[in-house]
């Protein structure tokens, strides 16, 4: 079984091929020009993916030696993201399909992510915890079976990647505000300045990163921070940074663990776009050491949105025969089911 899987959830143009379970290739292309506004414009992303989504996908198919006669199935992503982003890859994947006469397979955007960690050789077992770290998400989620979850908590407001990019503005870094977070942090103290954690009721497993990024801003106001003034390698914006940073991971550490516990599960893993941040896998990595762990985090390059796990999502649910109708929308804020 051959798949091809497309993500355009947001900013990244991506398409990968799946045989047998086995990845032929994943290619992405990113689009760097959202930088000069400090984030991603949903207009100008959706119209990126138009002009990217065929060299791409064309691409993937010869990395991976690969006809389009010789696709069995096409996979797409249909749900949560930017409607305008998610329509090209969705529209372009049920069109292929449709044309090539082979079935289609919607993905969910969060599965994908959740799944990413069955790419590697050395797979978690079920049931596990899996940590979603992203831009637009920060998600808890018990994993039974494939295709069988246990929502335990989700963010209440921002996302802790949402988090960092709003911090790293406040200090004018640049966009993406994580790896700069995480590259100014590494010379920063961490306990120079005592940031919030929203730890929120006894044992919950929700969150909420609002509270720790306005009081952020509320500091710099009291010292008086100018963004223009201020040197980026500066020890205040170092300490800042680490600060904050710890702020953050000690409320996701806490929470990962802590339902790892209740649920007496031996493999926890960590997707997402913050799953890249270097900090946080150190700490991962000494706490399950600690606790005799299993620890998964995807590569750098099944961190961040890919195709590959859309493809992988896609291979799961061909072999599970559950097709999806081509009259398949565009659901924006689509739950993870």
Request: proline share 4%; glycine share 8%; net charge negative.
């Amino acid at each position: 079984m051959t798949i091809l899987g497309i993500e355009t959830s947001c900013d990244e143009t991506s398409a990968a091929v799946i045989r047998d379970g086995k990845l032929l290739s994943n290619v992405t292309a990113a689009q760097l020009f959202h930088k000069e506004y400090g984030g991603v414009v949903p207009e100008l992303a959706s119209r990126a993916h138009q002009k990217l989504i065929v060299p791409v996908v064309d691409e993937a198919l010869s990395k991976a030696g690969v006809s389009k006669t010789q696709l069995d199935a096409v996979a797409a992503v249909y749900g949560p993201g930017l409607i305008g982003s998610i329509l090209v890859g969705l529209s372009f994947g049920k069109s292929m399909a449709q044309g090539l006469g082979i079935p289609f397979f919607g993905v969910n955007h969060m599965e994908a992510h959740i799944l990413s960690n069955l790419l590697e050789e050395s797979k978690p077992s079920f049931p596990f915890v899996t940590l979603t770290v992203s831009g637009g998400h920060t998600q808890l989620v018990l994993v039974k079976e494939a295709f069988e979850y246990q929502l335990l908590g989700e963010t209440k407001d921002d996302a802790a990647g949402e988090a960092f990019d709003k911090v790293a503005k406040l200090l004018g870094l640049s966009y993406p505000g994580g790896p700069e977070i995480d590259k100014h942090a590494a010379k920063g103290n961490p306990k120079a300045i005592d940031f919030p954690r929203s730890y929120l009721d006894g044992d919950s497993f929700e969150f909420s990163f609002s509270g720790v990024k306005t009081s952020v801003l509320y500091y710099l106001r009291r010292v008086g921070f100018q963004k223009s003034s201020e040197n980026g390698d500066s020890n205040l914006v170092a300490d800042i940074c680490a600060s904050f940073q710890a702020a953050v991971l000690d409320v996701l550490l806490q929470k990962l663990l802590s339902a790892a516990e209740k649920f007496h599960v031996r493999d926890i893993a960590v997707a997402g776009g913050v799953a890249a941040n270097s900090e946080l896998r150190r700490r991962l990595k000494d706490a399950a050491a600690q606790r005799t762990l299993r620890l998964f985090i995807p590569k750098f390059e099944y961190c961040t949105d890919n195709g590959a796990m859309v493809a992988l999502v896609g291979y799961l649910k061909m072999k599970e025969g559950v097709v999806s109708d081509l009259e398949l929308t565009a659901e924006p804020n689509l739950e993870l089911r």
